[in-house]
T-cell receptor
Framework: KNQVEQSPQSLIILEGKNCTLQ??????????LRWYKQDTGRGPVSLTI?????NTKSNGRYTATLDADTKQSSLHITASQLSDSASYIC????????????FGKGTRLSVIA | NAGVMQNPRHLVRRRGQEARLRCSPM?????VYWYRQLPEEGLKFMVY????????ESGMPKERFSAEFPKEGPSILRIQQVVRGDSAAYFC??????????????FGPGTRLTVT
């Protein structure tokens, strides 16, 4: 069964600190992995997208890693800001002409002053 | 270039009524996807459409739910005889023409359906 598991379920950190979110997947065949940020009451916004051959990709203070052998990905947030408070969703795409995407439940991050 | 637009943003329906959710994709995008997000749950794929065609509806309940993406106008997700369990946020996303899985999907702000 194609699944995407994320941990932790929720996380609270102080402003300015770093954090790392985890994603494990069993999706096969694999096409790409995406991280999305979803603010409360809004639609998801893409942060990074990585294909099978990519190990790391950065977008400002966000750095995503991918280990296709162990089927694990992480999202590292550096020097967190209050505006980083959101849900971070790991999404894996099946390697087929038609999607669907398989979504994790997300990690709810709260950055406090 | 306006993003993906959805309306209404909030919709309240009584049990047994019909709900119609609209999605206008980004300009130049011909692929539309609908997702449902239950409270405290991840997004779940419902249906993938191209203009005038349903490509994949494997995530959509067989009864009461239907979707269309006509040649002209927005995509419509229709829920007939709504029940309380249909209360959720419904998100639409769009992507450019081509191999769907390879392209970025851009999400709309969602429609929050409440069934009373």
């Amino acid at each position: 069964k194609n699944q995407v598991e994320q941990s932790p379920q929720s996380l609270i950190i102080l402003e300015g600190k770093n954090c790392t979110l985890q994603c494990n997947y069993t999706v096969s065949p694999f096409s790409n992995l995406r991280w999305y940020k979803q603010d409360t009451g809004r639609g998801p916004v893409s942060l990074t997208i990585m294909t099978f051959s990519e190990n790391t990709k950065s977008n400002g203070r966000y750095t995503a890693t991918l280990d296709a052998d162990t089927k694990q990905s992480s999202l590292h947030i550096t020097a967190s800001q209050l505006s980083d408070s959101a849900s971070y969703i790991c999404v894996v795409t099946l390697n087929s002409g038609n999607t669907p995407l398989v979504f994790g439940k997300g990690t709810r991050l709260s950055v406090i002053a | 270039n306006a993003g993906v637009m959805q309306n209404p943003r909030h919709l309240v329906r009584r049990r047994g009524q019909e709900a119609r959710l609209r999605c206008s994709p980004m300009k130049g995008h011909s692929h539309v996807y609908w997702y449902r997000q239950l409270p405290e749950e991840g997004l779940k794929f419902m249906v993938y459409l191209q203009k005038e065609n349903i490509i994949d509806e494997s995530g959509m309940p067989k009864e009461r739910f239907s979707a269309e993406f006509p040649k002209e106008g927005p995509s419509i997700l229709r829920i007939q005889q709504v029940v309380r369990g249909d209360s959720a946020a419904y998100f639409c996303a769009s992507s450019p023409p081509g191999l769907a899985g390879s392209y970025e999907q851009y999400f709309g702000p969602g429609t929050r359906l409440t069934v009373t």
